[in-house]
């Protein structure tokens, strides 16, 4: 399988020379402008950070989008960033800057009310040294807080993510109906 990618769209032709499908990629939204939090969609941590962000983002500054997802991948590809699933990354599609680790966090934590926003006067300290906690911390937590097959996320925020649907968000909404349908039985 070759992929070409030139930031219009992606076409994906098979080495058999069958016809090429054609699909959308991203394209960054540049009349409203959105700050994309990407996540590792499996990590507990992860979940948990875009569930605590979600209700106190009240102005609604952030978009949401899981790394995994091939919107994800496309995001990441057209600003040319290296997929790290260690690293919660923010996209500002504003000026088309990416912050990752603690320089990330710590940029959605200004943006919510107080008193999260005071978190940021920690932007301070030299990104070498946050990161090195940072780093840290994201080695280990899968081993102290767990992963999960796929993303959970209620369907309340679909309106917030880059694209709610991919194989790993049905996979999640399959299986809830399932859960559902063994209740009711």
Excluded at 97 to 108: E, F, G, M, Q, R
């Amino acid at each position: 399988m070759q992929e070409t990618i030139n930031h219009m769209d992606i076409i994906i032709s098979t080495a058999d020379g069958a016809s090429p499908i054609k699909r959308d990629s991203y394209k960054p939204n540049l009349e409203n402008p959105r700050r994309i939090i990407m996540f590792d969609g499996v990590c507990n941590v992860c979940d948990g950070f875009v569930q605590f962000v979600f209700p106190r983002d009240i102005a609604k500054r952030f978009s949401f989008q899981a790394l995994q997802t091939e919107k994800g991948k496309e995001i990441l590809d057209y600003y040319g960033i290296p997929c790290d699933m260690s690293s919660i990354i923010l996209v500002d599609e504003a000026d088309g800057k990416h912050y990752t680790k603690s320089t990330a966090v710590l940029n959605i934590l200004f943006f919510l009310k107080a008193p999260y926003s005071y978190f940021y006067s920690f932007y301070f300290i030299p990104p070498i040294i946050r990161d090195f906690g940072y780093d840290f911390f994201a080695t280990y937590r899968y081993l102290i807080l767990g992963k999960k097959d796929s993303c959970f996320f209620s369907p309340s925020m679909a309106s917030r993510f880059i694209c709610f649907k991919s194989k790993m968000m049905d996979l999640t909404q399959k299986n809830l109906l399932k859960k559902k349908k063994k209740k009711i039985n």
